[in-house]
T-cell receptor, first 115, second 115 residues
Framework: AQKITQTQPGMFVQEKEAVTLDCTYD???????LFWYKQPSSGEMIFLIY??????QNATEGRYSLNFQKARKSANLVISASQLGDSAMYFC????????????FGGGTRLMVKP | GAGVSQSPRYKVAKRGQDVALRCDPI?????LFWYQQALGQGPEFLTY????????KSGLPSDRFFAERPEGSVSTLKIQRTQQEDSAVYLC?????????????FGNGTRLTVT
């Protein structure tokens, strides 16, 4: 079974600054994927970034980067140059090789960007 | 449309009523998932289809929950004799592939309120 833990229920960040959202995971699988999704107040889940367990480089997508530390089983999301539109819930999720692409989600972190 | 479409967007049901929630996945997507998201929490897996086959229904909370995808495209989640604890947002997601590195594309969800 997989487990995702997000220990920050809420975070504030000043506009234009960088912020790190924490995620730790637990799995016995050797092959797995780690994902981050953004959920604005409208409710849709927006895919942000993916990191495979065998990827040696940290994933980056525009202002999003994933700080993957395999030995620590952490997959923190870094958002650079925060914008007001980044205010939303952020969910870390993982899939494991034996579960197809079924995702297990963490409890989420609410990010609030201050002008 | 290009994305996953869910209807209705909102549903209010009296306790004991049956409800049916519809999901139109992205055309050609093989995998289809249903998730339940309680207020302030991360989505919880309900069930998974690969084409028309329901491969995993381990997340369905009771036998009052039933899902189908008879032709491998549109899916319906049915809840019989609704209870107050069924109040949640029901999210549908689809994916073009089945591997652990395939992101899920989510709809906007159906918010079910049982009174």
């Amino acid at each position: 079974a997989q487990k995702i833990t997000q220990t920050q229920p809420g975070m504030f960040v000043q506009e234009k600054e960088a912020v790190t959202l924490d995620c730790t995971y637990d799995t016995s699988d050797q092959s797995y994927g780690l994902f981050w999704y953004k959920q604005p107040s409208s409710g849709e889940m927006i895919f942000l970034i993916y990191q495979g367990s065998y990827d040696e480089q940290n994933a980056t997508e525009g202002r999003y980067s994933l700080n993957f530390q395999k030995a620590r089983k952490s997959a923190n999301l870094v958002i650079s140059a925060s914008q007001l539109g980044d205010s939303a819930m952020y969910f870390c999720a993982m899939s494991a090789n034996n579960a197809g692409n079924m995702l297990t989600f963490g409890g989420g972190t609410r990010l609030m960007v201050k002008p | 449309g290009a994305g996953v479409s869910q209807s209705p967007r909102y549903k209010v049901a009296k306790r004991g009523q049956d409800v049916a929630l519809r999901c139109d996945p992205i055309s050609g997507h093989v995998s289809l998932f249903w998730y339940q998201q309680a207020l302030g929490q991360g989505p919880e897996f309900l069930t998974y289809f690969q084409n028309e086959a329901q491969l995993d229904k381990s997340g369905l909370p009771s036998d009052r929950f039933f899902a189908e995808r008879p032709e491998g495209s549109v899916s319906t989640l049915k809840i019989q004799r609704t209870q107050q604890e069924d109040s949640a947002v029901y999210l549908c997601a689809s994916s073009s592939r089945t591997g652990p590195n395939s992101p899920l594309h989510f709809g906007n969800g159906t918010r079910l309120t049982v009174t």
